[in-house]
């Protein structure tokens, strides 16, 4: 069954550029029919999508985070990343990558499975 | 604020149903399918329902969902205190061409 693990820096500086890679393993990016999603949960709040990623680089974002974000694949490597920039403490949360099925045509739909495990990530100098 | 409404919490005593509203608009829920969540502290939220009422592989039929007009609601049958967890409805926006959830409801089951 397909997992999916998240990685990267723990703690970020003010003005920096987050940097997170999700490995997926048990399946292939590259099998289609889903998307690869980014979503974050502010401490002790809701979640928040963020954006996802189809294996040929198609790409959705959350207009309120649009101009930060850069989610990208490595079909190679069998990865995706998201790169958030200037974040501030405002972006300190648990960040999850997730599959997500996804249709855009009305009546449209998404949901997310599996999630990996989350990683916080704090902006602080 | 979350563009989807959910109420903060709700309680219900063991053996007994619950259910769990989420409430949109016609640009997510009134025209397109819901997905709902269940999150344990400190663990990766889990798909409960997708496509309004369909359950993935493993979900017991204690849970299910429904949709009328731009108003989705969670049911859950048979409540164990194993059931105590924050749940979130999402959807897609088409006029926001966005991933959206509520704001999560605690089930607490007294």
């Known amino acids: 069954q397909v997992q999916l693990q998240e990685s990267g820096p723990g703690l970020v500086k003010p003005s920096q550029t987050l940097s997170l890679t999700c490995t997926v393993s048990g399946g292939s990016i590259r099998s289609g029919g889903h998307y690869w999603s980014w979503i974050r949960q502010h401490p002790g709040k809701g979640l928040e999508w963020i954006g996802h990623i189809y294996y040929s680089g198609s790409t959705y974002y959350n207009p309120s985070l649009k101009s930060r974000v850069t989610i990208s694949v490595d079909t190679s490597k069998n990865q995706f990343s998201l790169k958030l920039s200037s974040v501030t403490a405002a972006d300190t949360a648990v960040y999850y990558c997730?599959?997500?099925?996804?249709?855009?045509?009305?009546?449209?739909?998404?949901?997310?499975?599996?999630w990996g495990q989350g990683t916080l990530v704090t902006v602080s100098s | 604020q979350s563009v989807l409404t959910q109420p903060p919490s709700v309680s219900a005593a063991p053996g007994q149903k619950v259910t769990i509203s989420c409430s949109g608009s016609?640009?997510?829920?009134?025209?397109?399918?819901v997905s709902w969540y269940q999150q344990f502290p400190g663990t990766a939220p889990k798909l409960l329902i997708y496509?309004?009422?369909k359950r993935p592989s493993g979900i017991p039929d204690r849970f299910s969902g429904s949709k009328s007009g731009a108003s989705a609601t969670l049911g859950i049958t048979g409540l164990r205190t194993g059931d105590e967890a924050a749940y979130y409805c999402g959807t897609w926006d088409s006029s926001l061409s966005a991933g959206v959830f509520g704001g999560g409801t605690k089930l607490t089951v007294l």
């Open positions: 997730a599959r997500a099925g996804l249709i855009v045509v009305v009546p449209a739909a998404i949901w997310f499975d599996p």
């Open positions: 496509e309004n009422n």
């Open positions: 016609s640009s997510n829920i009134g025209n397109n399918y």
